[in-house]
């Protein structure tokens, strides 16, 4: 799979997954503060927050130097 390559496309797609998934959370947060259980009825916030915790760990370790 891509994501795991070192190559540069790899590099782009684990960040822009993880710039992704941390706008993506911040919106989803934000929404259900305005306009509660708006998105906690159909999606459960905690998958999200695993995503890019996963994300941001993969992006550490292929990336770091």
Wanted: hydrophobic share 60%; net charge positive.
């Amino acid at each position: 799979m891509i994501i795991f390559s070192s190559s540069l496309k790899g590099k782009v797609l684990r960040r822009e997954l993880f710039y992704f998934s941390a706008s993506l959370l911040t919106i989803f947060i934000v929404m259900e503060i305005v306009f509660p259980k708006i998105i906690l009825v159909y999606f459960n916030i905690n998958y999200l927050l695993l995503l890019l915790i996963a994300s941001g760990l993969l992006m550490i370790i292929k990336d770091g130097k």
